[in-house]
């Protein structure tokens, strides 16, 4: 099973390598709920030791789905959809997707999805608890003096 490479880390970051999204099946997620392995499934929150968010991708091979609806607890969840199109379900809607689709699913929404093309689905998925945002966009950012590095 591949793993993400550590490219550098500092007291206030963090960064690792995955590669290129197309070849993302060479990565496995060991699913402790389902006791299977999830190919194609990479979660990165922990390497990259983040404190709010959890970040995951998945490459789906064409023509599959997700055989199951599940829910969350405490974290929503943001869907970003970088290549390929399909299907999406959050209760009882059932609506298209494709490259550029973005969904958000409070943690109760019963949700899953399907890739029923004829290529390859990858999409990026964000966690965060649910109701914790405090600013939109900028407003939470502000300058500081230091050096740009060259």
Excluded: C
């Excluded at 007291?11 to 392995?37: R, T, V």
């Excluded at 968010?53 to 998945?58: A, K, L």
């Excluded at 599959?64 to 199109?85: A, C, M, T």
């Excluded at 943690?107 to 290529?119: L, V």
């Amino acid at each position: 099973m591949k793993k993400a490479i550590i490219k550098s880390e500092g007291n206030n970051y963090s960064a690792i390598e995955i590669g290129k999204l197309q070849n993302l099946a060479e990565y496995s997620f060991p699913h402790p709920k389902l006791k299977q392995d999830v190919p194609g499934k990479l979660f990165v929150g922990e390497t990259l030791k983040t404190t709010g968010t959890e970040v995951s991708f998945q490459i789906m091979p064409a023509n599959s789905d997700i055989p199951f609806l599940h829910s969350h607890l405490n974290q929503e969840e943001l869907y970003v959809f970088i290549k390929g199109e399909g299907q999406f379900q959050v209760d009882n809607d059932l609506f298209d997707i494709q490259e550029g689709t973005i969904i958000r699913v409070a943690p109760k929404g019963k949700r899953t999805w399907r890739n029923n093309s004829d290529d390859i689905m990858i999409l990026m998925v964000i966690q965060a608890k649910a109701n914790t945002l405090e600013k939109y966009n900028v407003l939470d950012g502000f300058g500081v003096k230091g050096e740009i590095l060259k």
